[in-house]
C-alpha cells in the first residue's frame, strides 16, 4: 500500500478531556505531598494484600518493620490489608511511625487500622511516587504484580541515576527464587551491567536486612535524630 493511503487512527481522548485528566492527576499529586510531607524519613515496604496474620509472611514482615522502625524511620505502605497491615503494624508494636498511600478501587481497598497517617490516592502512578518520594529505603516481600512491579520501578530508577542510590532488600529468597535467578539471566545476556546486581541485597535475616539498611542511609545520607520540642520556646509536637 502506498504511503499515501495510510489512514492514521485517533485516540479516544478530546484535548479537553486530557487538560481534565491533567488537573486530576496534579490534584492527586498535591494531597499526596501535603499528607506525607511531615512523615519524615522513611522505609517502603512493598508486599502482597493477600496473606494474613496467620501466614509466616506477615509475621516475619511484622517483626522486620518492627525493628527498622526502631531506627527511627517511618514506615510507609501501600496502607492496605495483608503485608502493608504486617509492616504498619510492626512500626506501632515499638511505638514507630507508620503511614500508608492507599489505592481507590472498584472494590474497595480499605486502609488498614495501624497507621497514624494515610491518603486515598486514585492513580497508580501517583501512589508509586509517593511511595518512593520519601523513602531512603525498601523492603520487597512477597507479592504479586503490584510487588514487582514496585520493586523493579524503584530498581529502575536507581539504576538509571534519577533518584539516589537508596538500599533495596528483597526478602524470603526461596519466594523470589526465579526473579533472581531471572535478573542473572538478564546479566549472562548483558541486559544489565555487573554493578546492577549490587543494587539489592537477597536474604532470608531479619539482623542482615536491618543491618544493610541502617549502614546504607543512616550515616551515608546524614539522617540525624529528630529534634524534640523545646518547652521554653513555647513549642508544642
Known sequence: MPNSEIQFLEGPRSRWQELKFSFKVLNEFIKGFRAL????????????????????????TRELSGE???????????????????ANRGAKDVGGRSVGCNIVLPMEQHHNPYLDKWVNIRYFFVRKTLLIKYSYAFVVMPGGFGT???FFE??????TGKIHDFPIVIFDTEYHRD????????????AISPEDKKLYLATDDINEAVAY?????????????EKKPSAWLGEKV
Open 148 to 150: 514487582l512491579d514496585e
Open 154 to 159: 524503584a530498581i529502575t530508577l536507581i539504576q
Open 68 to 86: 527498622l522502625a526502631k531506627l527511627g524511620f517511618t514506615i510507609m505502605t501501600g496502607g492496605g490489608p495483608g503485608i502493608m497491615e504486617a
Open 37 to 60: 510531607h511531615f512523615a519524615g524519613p522513611c522505609i517502603t515496604v512493598f508486599g502482597s494484600a493477600r496473606f494474613n496474620e496467620n501466614t509466616r509472611d506477615y509475621q516475619v
Open 179 to 190: 526473579i533472581l535467578e531471572h535478573i542473572d539471566l538478564m546479566l549472562e545476556r548483558k
Open 213 to 225: 539498611i541502617r549502614d546504607n542511609t543512616i550515616g551515608k545520607f546524614k539522617l540525624e535524630k
